[in-house]
């Protein structure tokens, strides 16, 4: 792979991967990732969301989420963020923003 792939939305960050890299993935899929969210706002409850949800697939593990992208770009959309577009046949690891409180020594992740 060459320089990968970097996308962001709001609070959350899909970064390309190499699949043969994924870890080992033993955890059944929550509801939310088998209809396509995410992450979900704390706050608001809105959520960050497959288009189409059939176009790729939400892989997890017990402290890691994935998506594996199929023959279609796949939209990713959120209420108050402006729509992205993950390309077809690729692999992204799933970051959610984190913020470092240096006063209290303590990091929080940010609530959408």
Known sequence: MEKPIVIRQGDVLWIE?????????????????????????????HSHRLAVPERAVILENWRDKFVRVGDLDVDVIHQEHRTVTLPANRTFAIKIAREWDYNRNLMRLVVD
């Open 17 to 45: 991967i190499n699949p043969e890299k994924l870890p080992y993935l033993n955890r059944e899929p929550s509801e939310d990732a088998k209809s396509g969210v995410f992450a979900r706002g704390e706050s608001t409850g």
